[in-house]
């Protein structure tokens, strides 16, 4: 079977006629690395000192040792699927697939219901798994349309240049 994929020129196209519809169909999806934070406690960070020293901080944040790959899928209102990969697994074309099958689909049918039935705009990176003939054929068969990734696009791919540009999550809020 053979995807549907709407490109870049069509998309903008799209958008004009059909607007809100457009964009409530679209499921995006992608890799990444999140790290665990260890919080020094109170207790941990206590020290003693005399009345007229000022406190010293409460709690400090290193980074942790763990270090898990999340799948995740979204849409305009949110979150659909996090899927933590299990530590020491690949994600290759048959996890890739499976996770689509087992974990996505079902996910969509809960927490959007009707959405599956609308017709859903896919869109991940062009990643080998991703384009793998095992997934497409999936996503083929539920008559997803994908929507086309435009190559090397830094604006969308942040970690293209990982050698060369170290990008931090900025952390919000008092520690």
């Not at 009707?114 to 080998?128: V, Y």
Request: hydrophobic content about 35%; charged content about 30%; aromatic content about 10%.
């Amino acid at each position: 079977m053979k995807v549907t994929t709407t490109t870049n020129g069509n998309f903008l196209r799209r958008f004009r006629t059909e607007q809100n519809d457009f964009l409530g169909r679209i499921i995006t999806g992608d890799e990444t690395w999140v790290y665990s934070w260890d919080p020094e406690t109170k207790r941990q960070s206590a020290e003693w000192r005399d009345f007229d020293e000022p406190r010293p901080e409460k709690v400090r944040r290193k980074q942790g040792a763990l270090k898990v790959m999340h799948m995740i899928f979204f849409d305009v209102n949110g979150v659909i699927l996090r899927w933590p990969v299990p530590i020491g697994t690949t994600i290759n074309a048959q996890y890739y697939k499976k996770v689509l099958q087992d974990k996505l689909r079902p996910a969509i049918r809960k927490k959007r219901p009707g959405l599956l039935e609308s017709g859903i705009l896919f869109h991940h990176d062009n990643a080998p798994v991703h384009t793998a003939r095992a997934v497409t054929d999936v996503l083929a068969g539920y008559k997803w349309e994908l929507l086309e990734h435009p190559r090397y696009s830094p604006d969308l791919a942040p970690y293209t240049n990982a050698g060369k540009r170290k990008w931090k999550p900025k952390i919000v809020g008092k520690h």
